[in-house]
């Protein structure tokens, strides 16, 4: 029976583990502690002084900046960050939690696995092996995504890079819309640490795969930097939405040499595969596996579908930005662009339609990209405008309606956040929106301020206002607050 082994942390705390490896990564072997609440994870190579350095710091400064922060608690879910570094017979490990138990799979053909990203980012492994009740809904997927963008963006802010964002060091769960970043211990700080790796295939920059042959001192060389985490980051949002890579598509720069061909698809030829004018690589559908379709194809299912929010930063990720990095979107640019895009979706009417939700198209005849299901009856739509001085402007964003759909303070004004930083109180919803009677309301909930512009009376909490074409609702009188003007989609 293997034998628990006691050791002193380098902080000077106790950690404990069962002598036997229950795991293996690519440098890593690990152990689990004996209530299951932490594993530790040792080098199977000595680490050299500045890698050493490199960790003290990750389980030291770094952690202390991102968790012991006011609203720190947060990034515990969205971080398996290291909370030690331990020696023992002469190796060096790190203590991280244990993963929560929604990323690994229960029942199945893969009962105890975890959630690896590539099982959701990929048609062909989605549809072949996914059982329908694992792979989340449109709206989970955009969930994902915006946990995902988040994490992201706090790295960045701290002044760190991951250095190898990938499906493979990334938990996801598309049931409740999850995201955790792992192999946190290997993090790039730019001018101290530099990085270990170039990264994942599929996910490394153009600029690092094109000058990867060039000596690490070459002042042209690109290694791994917040700038290269833009661009997988970029490639992850749409591979988790549109389940395939942006750029394998139907091109080949070297038919002799396998190798050389995916230098130059992924480095310096690198071509979106929906590029809106330079049509070369694009996807040959007759190329395609059977279970690639239809995400396989994007004259199936463009990235339009994406809504216009999506749309406009994949394009500056990918045609703008993709060989030039200062063009990148963001992480806090793709967080907001994600949380407004939930407020366009809409739920699918057909019962069986596997993704469940759908972007509105902002058409008259509003339909499912999925299942090809036109929706029928009345649909509202309202368009928030705010006061940046003395006249209400619109403000690029909209909320679909559906029966029991909900508004939250971060929708009545827009200085309430909407990420890490709401409380508790702003995330109750202060209204909600029903078919009744033939007609759409929305009921007030808590907002003291809300009034009906159009026929110039407040709405009480707990009374409802009418949502007609064209009708205007003030929903805060506060600085920040919003109004909104009701459009009818008659179908």
């Known amino acids: 029976m293997a034998q628990k082994v006691t050791l002193k942390a380098a902080d000077g705390s106790t950690v404990e583990f069962i002598d036997e490896i229950k795991a293996q990564g690519g440098v890593k072997d690990v152990y689990f502690s004996p209530d299951k609440s932490y594993v530790v994870a040792f080098y199977r190579s000595p680490l050299n ?55 690994f799979f229960k029942g199945g053909p893969f009962d105890g696995k975890e959630k690896n990203g590539k099982w959701f980012s990929s048609a062909k492994l989605r549809n072949r092996f996914l059982p329908s009740d694992q792979k989340g809904t449109f709206l989970t997927n955009l969930h994902m995504c915006i946990k995902l963008a988040r994490a992201v963006r706090r790295l960045h802010a701290a002044g760190l890079a991951h250095s190898d964002l990938s499906y493979n060091n990334i938990l996801v769960d598309p049931i409740t819309g999850a995201a955790c970043i792992i192999d946190d211990d290997s993090l790039v700080v730019p001018g101290k640490f530099p990085p270990e790796v170039l ?55 070297d038919v002799n040499d396998a190798g050389r061909d995916e230098e130059l698809s992924m480095g310096t030829k690198a071509l979106f595969i929906e590029h809106p004018t330079d049509k070369t690589n694009r996807v040959k559908p007759q190329q395609l596996a ?39 979107p963001s992480a806090a640019e793709w967080e907001d662009a994600l949380v407004k895009t939930t407020d366009l979706v809409q739920p699918c009417q057909n019962s069986q339609c596997e993704a469940h939700w759908f972007v509105f198209d902002n058409t008259r005849k509003p339909r499912c990209p999925f299942c090809g299901r036109e929706y029928h009856g009345q649909l509202p739509v309202l368009n928030f405008y705010y006061k940046p001085r003395d006249k209400y402007q ?35 919803p202060v209204g909600d929106f029903h078919f009744h009677g033939g007609q759409w309301i929305l009921i007030n909930r808590r907002l003291p301020d809300m009034y009906d512009v159009t026929d110039k009376k407040p709405v009480p909490i707990g009374g409802f206002v009418p ?25």
């Open 49 to 103: 002084p500045n890698d050493k350095e490199r960790i003290n710091n990750i389980v030291g400064v770094y952690r202390e900046r991102i968790f012991n922060s006011p609203g720190g608690n947060y990034w515990n879910q969205m971080f398996a960050w290291p909370t030690k570094m331990v020696e023992w017979n002469g190796k060096t490990g790190v203590v991280m939690p244990f993963y929560d138990t929604k990323y």
């Open 199 to 253: 990264g994942t295939p599929d996910f490394i920059a153009p600029e690092v795969m094109e000058t990867k042959g060039l000596p690490l001192t070459d002042k042209n060389r690109k290694l791994p930097s917040i700038y290269t985490d833009r661009h997988a980051l970029a490639v992850l949002i749409y591979m988790y939405l549109l389940n395939r890579h942006p750029l394998r598509g139907g091109k080949v720069h």
């Open 290 to 328: 059977p279970s690639e379709l239809p995400q396989g194809d994007p004259s199936k299912l463009p990235y339009t579908i994406c809504g216009p929010y999506l749309k406009e930063l994949f394009d500056r990720a990918f045609v703008d930005g993709l060989h030039d990095p200062m063009k990148r």
């Open 394 to 428: 619109y403000e690029n964003c909209r909320l679909m309606v559906y029966d029991k759909q909900t508004l939250y303070k971060w929708h009545s004004n827009n200085l309430i956040p909407a990420n890490e930083k709401t409380s508790e109180e702003d995330k109750k």
């Open 467 to 491: 949502l007609t074409d064209g009708r205007q609702i003030l929903l805060d009188k506060a600085q920040g607050g919003r109004l909104v003007i009701v459009q009818l989609v008659n179908n």
